[in-house]
């Protein structure tokens, strides 16, 4: 076949997705595997337990462990075993919802709320340190890429 008529021919059914995929993929086990070793390092934190950490952060009343799970799209089984690790830590108390007598209220400790203010710190020097030799203009398009293609793939 003539290169010219190759050109013309795009990628074969599927190839352009799963080409994004893995570059996805390959991004995030990169900045995930830096992150999560400098976090365990400096603060005795998984990047798993910083993002509940975080989550509860931003809900000072405490979450349900159902919002929670919904919340950081994850199984309730993982949830779970998240919070034991840090109810056992102290860093996030647990106790019974007023509202409803079947659910848990989890939210930060003060220990837990100093930690995550460290941790969340270093966190973003980190990522910043990660992604400086990135102009912000590429970010920026960047960003606003993904986020067209989220809303796109959301059901």
């Known amino acids: 076949m003539p290169a010219a008529l190759k050109e013309n021919i795009g990628p074969a059914y599927g190839q352009i997705e799963t080409r994004l995929w ?9 900045i995930f595997a830096s992150l999560n070793a400098m976090l365990g390092a400096e603060f005795g934190l998984s990047l798993a337990k910083f ?15 159902g919002q929670l799970s919904q919340n950081l799209k994850v199984s309730g089984g993982n949830v779970s075993g998240l919070v034991q690790r840090l109810l056992a830590d102290d860093l996030i108390s647990k106790e019974m ?10 939210r930060l400790t003060p220990k837990g709320e100093q930690l995550f203010r460290k941790a969340a710190e270093i966190h973003k020097k ?11 203009r590429e970010l920026d398009a960047a960003l606003s890429v993904l986020r067209s293609l989220s809303s796109k793939i959301r059901p």
Not at 23 to 30: D, I, M, P, R, Y
Not at 129 to 136: D, F, H, S, V, Y
């Open 126 to 136: 980190h990522l910043s340190k990660r992604l400086e030799n990135i102009p912000a």
């Open 97 to 106: 919802s007023s509202e409803d007598r079947r659910s848990f209220i989890v």
């Open 22 to 30: 893995l570059q996805l993929l390959s991004l995030h086990g990169e």
């Open 51 to 65: 993002d509940v950490l975080a989550q509860l952060d931003r809900y000072p009343d405490g979450l349900a462990l």
